[in-house]
């Protein structure tokens, strides 16, 4: 690695000098610009605009354009003598906990390593700062800016995070923040159950960058002159339309193994509109329902269903009770073949749970009142001894 800056630490009276690495790199694709039809180069050269001549790096300087029109030309020099401290030193300022710094400010990362001569006091610095389960809030001028940065230790050395000022971050203006978004109780559970079948370490060693892999492969192919075929993916989401089904979907994908199939298992949710076949694999498991009518119309027919058995069970004890009194078995007998024939009625028709319920209850009152008036009628008197004088024929 080549450093890209030198300098020292100020930490207290304290001075450790140090280098600078850059501690990223990009592993994108390297193109150059070239003439479509031969593949040639194209050259950019640097020429004055008041003549058109080409002008050397060397004789290159920077310009602050004034709003009347005319320039201030500053040279290396002028930015080698600005008058700050940090200028070859990185400033401690204070001490503060990593989780009160917002990662937005932060935007390059540098390795930090000790000259020769600065071992002994970096060491201690490190291990000091370690223990202290915090970060150094630091200032450094760095490619002709000052700038704020955390040091910090990672893998026993120093990284340096600089960051941009408070009024470089943008503040979202979006009208949305504006409006009144409802969020149903059940599609915010759901959304919790999706976020903790998901839930996992941080290891991104177990992601690839597809897009340069695949990139590559057609460089390769045209190289050795294959034809390129398009390997296979999944299909562009689409607009949510049924918010429930599709997070449903993408809950059963998680659980199955298939995160790269979330997104289409609940495209293919909103498309079909209706709730998914695996989907019970998701908010029944997290305990989270979404009742619809359909769901309480059967939840109202399973309790018509309880109340007709409790009701089937009073017929029948009553059927029992009437037959020990003589003159009811008729009617005891009769009861249960007319609640059967009420209810293959609204089998037949179809009648609504609530209409065939309300149907039910009368005809079971009728036959407990039947049963009832049965028990309580009186019994038919003895007949008493007559005369036995023959009874006198009426003529014809």
Same mark, same amino acid.
């Given at each position: 690695m080549r450093a890209t800056w030198?300098? %020292?630490?100020?930490?207290g009276l304290v001075s450790i000098p140090v280098r600078l690495y850059s501690?990223?790199?990009?592993?994108?694709?390297?193109f150059h610009q070239v003439r479509r039809s031969d593949g040639s180069r194209i050259r950019?050269?640097?020429v004055a605009e008041a003549d058109g001549d080409e002008v050397n790096y060397a004789d290159i300087a920077k310009g602050y354009e004034l709003p009347d029109g005319e320039t201030v030309v500053l040279t290396d020099e002028d930015f080698a003598n600005l008058p700050l401290s940090t200028s070859r030193a990185i400033d401690v300022l204070e001490f503060v906990p990593l989780e009160q710094v917002d990662p937005i400010y932060f935007a390059k990362s540098y390795y930090v390593e000790p000259d020769r001569t600065g071992a002994k006091p970096y060491v201690l610095l490190r291990d000091a700062l370690a223990a202290s389960g915090r970060v150094a809030l630091v200032k450094i001028a760095l490619r002709q800016r000052e700038q704020l940065a955390t040091l910090r230790v990672r893998g026993g050395v120093f %990284?340096?995070? +600089?960051? %941009?000022?408070?009024?470089e971050v943008r503040q979202p203006d979006f009208p949305f923040l504006e409006e009144d978004v409802a969020v149903r109780p059940q599609e915010l559970s759901v959304a919790a159950s999706l976020i903790h079948t998901l839930a996992a370490d941080f290891d991104p060693t177990r992601y690839t960058d597809n897009y340069r892999e695949a990139l590559q492969a057609v460089i390769d192919a045209k190289v050795a002159g294959r034809e390129v075929v398009a390997s296979p993916g999944g299909s562009a989401g689409e607009a949510v339309g049924d918010l429930m089904a599709a997070l449903r979907a993408s809950i059963a994908a998680a659980r199955a193994g298939r995160p790269g199939e979330a997104a289409v298992a609940g495209g293919a949710a909103v498309?079909?509109?209706?709730?998914? /076949?695996?989907?019970?694999? *998701?908010?029944a498991a997290a305990g989270v329902t979404d009742e619809g009518p359909d769901d309480k119309a059967s939840d109202d027919?399973?309790?018509?269903?309880?109340?007709?058995?409790?009701?089937? *069970?009073? !017929?029948?004890?009553? %059927?029992? *009770?009437?037959?020990?009194? =003589?003159?009811?078995?008729?009617?005891? !007998?009769? +009861? =249960?073949?007319?609640?059967?024939? #009420?209810?293959?009625?609204?089998? @037949? #028709?179809? #009648? $609504? =749970?609530?209409?065939?319920?309300?149907?039910? /209850?009368?005809? /079971?009152?009728?036959?407990?009142?039947? @049963?009832?008036?049965? !028990? #309580?009628?009186?019994?038919?008197?003895?007949? +008493?001894?007559?005369?036995?004088? $023959?009874?006198?024929? !009426?003529?014809?």
């Amino acid at each position: 690695m080549r450093a890209t800056w030198k300098g %020292v630490i100020s930490f207290g009276l304290v001075s450790i000098p140090v280098r600078l690495y850059s501690a990223t790199q990009e592993r994108d694709v390297a193109f150059h610009q070239v003439r479509r039809s031969d593949g040639s180069r194209i050259r950019y050269r640097r020429v004055a605009e008041a003549d058109g001549d080409e002008v050397n790096y060397a004789d290159i300087a920077k310009g602050y354009e004034l709003p009347d029109g005319e320039t201030v030309v500053l040279t290396d020099e002028d930015f080698a003598n600005l008058p700050l401290s940090t200028s070859r030193a990185i400033d401690v300022l204070e001490f503060v906990p990593l989780e009160q710094v917002d990662p937005i400010y932060f935007a390059k990362s540098y390795y930090v390593e000790p000259d020769r001569t600065g071992a002994k006091p970096y060491v201690l610095l490190r291990d000091a700062l370690a223990a202290s389960g915090r970060v150094a809030l630091v200032k450094i001028a760095l490619r002709q800016r000052e700038q704020l940065a955390t040091l910090r230790v990672r893998g026993g050395v120093f %990284v340096l995070e +600089t960051m %941009v000022w408070p009024d470089e971050v943008r503040q979202p203006d979006f009208p949305f923040l504006e409006e009144d978004v409802a969020v149903r109780p059940q599609e915010l559970s759901v959304a919790a159950s999706l976020i903790h079948t998901l839930a996992a370490d941080f290891d991104p060693t177990r992601y690839t960058d597809n897009y340069r892999e695949a990139l590559q492969a057609v460089i390769d192919a045209k190289v050795a002159g294959r034809e390129v075929v398009a390997s296979p993916g999944g299909s562009a989401g689409e607009a949510v339309g049924d918010l429930m089904a599709a997070l449903r979907a993408s809950i059963a994908a998680a659980r199955a193994g298939r995160p790269g199939e979330a997104a289409v298992a609940g495209g293919a949710a909103v498309a079909g509109g209706a709730a998914v /076949a695996d989907g019970d694999a *998701g908010p029944a498991a997290a305990g989270v329902t979404d009742e619809g009518p359909d769901d309480k119309a059967s939840d109202d027919k399973a309790s018509d269903d309880k109340a007709s058995d409790g009701r089937r *069970g009073g !017929r029948t004890s009553s %059927v029992k *009770g009437a037959s020990s009194a =003589p003159g009811t078995r008729s009617t005891a !007998r009769k +009861t =249960p073949s007319s609640t059967r024939s #009420t209810a293959k009625t609204n089998a @037949a #028709t179809k #009648t $609504p =749970p609530a209409k065939a319920s309300a149907a039910k /209850a009368s005809a /079971a009152k009728a036959s407990a009142a039947k @049963a009832t008036s049965s !028990r #309580t009628a009186p019994k038919t008197a003895p007949r +008493t001894p007559t005369s036995k004088t $023959p009874p006198t024929r !009426r003529s014809a």
